[in-house]
């Protein structure tokens, strides 16, 4: 009986340390800071690294942020402008902590998945230059989604996606549903000419199930492990999701 007893107290104290286990997301950001050939700044959109950020930590979730460079993650200045605004952003402009973060991201070469338990990757149009074809963010989407960890994008960040490919070669998006910043979208912005190519246009190459809600609406799909979201007005919804696959 005495065995028992302990077997049963070993048990009950594995099950407690996995309940109380804090958990941890990466952010991967853009290092990007030129808009094309415009002469313009871009980077990544603030409101859709804020809300997210904000909405784990207020949870009590460790949030480190990544870029392929490491140090300072480039903020679009566009999404600074008044109209882009929210609780959030100026949460963030209050916030001397955060702001050092984001000073200091990590290098993504020395990103191991095994330190996280999902990962996100915030939108803005930086990632459409350096994260879609950034081979040390292609090998950390393939093993966070391998080892049956959620992969999240909101907005542009979902072009890190499309080099991912699974192990018997095929690309990752492939006969999944998926979403991103839209055509009639990058239409309203004026750069549809600027951008290096059209996200929506090349998920759907990819052979991803590509669909969308109303232009600046909320929209998000999750498809098992993936989620993806629509535009910077998705980013709480993602984070909202994103928080609930890891709590399955």
Known sequence: MAFIATAITFSSLSTLAQANKKLKVLFVLTSHSQLGSTGKKTGFWIEEFATPYYFFTDKNIEVVVATPNGGQAPIDPKSNEAAFQTASTKRYYADARAQVMLSKTVKLAKVKQKQYDAVFYPGGHGPMWDLVNDKNSIALIR????????????????????????????????????????????????????????????????????????????????????????NPQSSKAVAQQLFDMMNK
């Open 143 to 230: 093993s966070f989604y391998n080892h049956r960890k959620p992969v999240a994008f909101v907005c542009h960040g979902s072009a890190a996606l499309l080099h991912v490919k699974t192990p018997d070669g095929e690309y990752l998006i492939k006969g999944k549903n998926v979403t991103s910043f839209c055509n009639t979208e990058e239409d309203a912005v004026q750069l549809t000419r600027v951008v290096p190519f059209s996200l929506e246009n090349k998920l759907k190459e990819r052979g991803a199930i590509y669909q969308k809600g109303a232009d600046w609406s909320s929209f998000t799909i999750a498809d098992g492990l993936l989620l993806t979201g629509q």
